[in-house]
């Protein structure tokens, strides 16, 4: 069991809280902090999955149990804060050939576009 689910009430009975998704906050010198602690994240950068993603498409929200964005993570708290690139729409046109939009509900009730890569949808949805 990690440190952290030896802190968490719930991580005694293998179960974790689902994640915060927020938007990234940056300090003064453009360096991306933790939204809701303050604590640099910038290093963090890869690949993180928001399980249970509240997607503002319906249909495709309730096919998808996990969601891999690109983005930065704090796992400083009870639970992870997941913090997504910004993403230019549908087509992710700011990200490297193979991405795509989707539209995620936020820890603010703010919906945004995220990438996710394209083969982690199935065929079909990304035409949608």
Not at 64 to 69: A, C, H, M, Y
Not at 88 to 100: C, E, H, K, T, V
């Amino acid at each position: 069991m990690s440190r952290r689910e030896q802190r968490s009430g719930l991580g005694r009975f293998d179960v974790m809280p689902a994640p915060v998704v927020r938007a990234p906050a940056r300090n003064p010198d453009g360096s991306v902090i933790c939204p809701e602690c303050g604590q640099a994240v910038t290093g963090s950068k890869g690949t993180p999955r928001i399980r249970d993603p509240d997607l503002d498409n319906r249909e495709l929200g309730e096919q998808i149990d996990e969601l891999l964005t690109y983005g930065w993570l704090c796992t400083r708290h009870e639970y992870d804060v997941v913090i997504p690139v910004e993403c230019q729409g549908r087509d992710a046109s700011n990200l490297q050939d193979g991405w795509i939009g989707v539209r995620l509900v936020f820890a603010d009730d703010t919906v945004r576009w995220v990438p996710t890569p394209r083969r982690e949808l199935q065929t079909g949805q990304a035409d949608d």
